[in-house]
């Protein structure tokens, strides 16, 4: 059995290492929601996230890719990682609500194995000052 699924040529479906019991993470219409594996949930706002960053924890046989999320104004940071359940459906809604964020990132950081690959993915462009119109005087 196990020389047949080394043999086989079908994908592997990345959401198979989720699981509930490590928290749950989910991306709404307004925000990001995250729920630890001790049921405590907190929210951040599209709007709010300033930066992502994203790197790999060692855990010995294997590696975990996580995502950190810094709230604006804050050093505050939501971390979630890659067996909380909805996080590859996360990855869906992050490129639909946070401008020009893409997938680029994911070999980069995933490879080699067992070096963390720290690295800033995201950053929310800063505003663009507005200037006053000149006066013709």
């Known amino acids: 059995?196990?020389?047949?699924?080394?043999?086989?040529?079908?994908?592997?479906?990345?959401?198979?290492?989720?699981?509930?019991?490590?928290?749950?993470?989910?991306g709404g219409e307004d925000s990001l929601r995250i729920t630890s594996s001790k049921g405590h949930a907190c929210e951040l706002r599209w709007s709010e996230i300033e930066e992502i960053h994203a790197y790999k924890r060692d855990l010995w046989t294997?590696?975990?890719?996580?995502?950190?999320?810094?709230?604006?104004?804050?050093?505050?940071?939501?971390?979630?990682?890659e067996e909380m359940a909805g996080y590859h459906d996360l990855l869906e809604a992050l490129q639909r609500h946070l401008p020009k964020f893409t997938l680029e990132w994911v070999l980069d950081v995933?490879?080699?194995a067992f070096e963390t690959k720290h690295q800033i993915i995201w950053t929310r462009s800063p505003p663009v000052p507005t200037t006053a119109p000149e006066s013709g005087d």
Do not use: N, Q, W
């Open 62 to 81: 294997t590696d975990m890719i996580c995502l950190a999320f810094r709230k604006s104004g804050t050093e505050e940071y939501y971390e979630i990682h």
């Open 110 to 112: 995933a490879f080699p």
């Open 1 to 26: 059995y196990v020389e047949k699924l080394l043999r086989s040529k079908t994908r592997h479906d990345p959401r198979a290492l989720e699981d509930p019991k490590y928290g749950t993470v989910a």
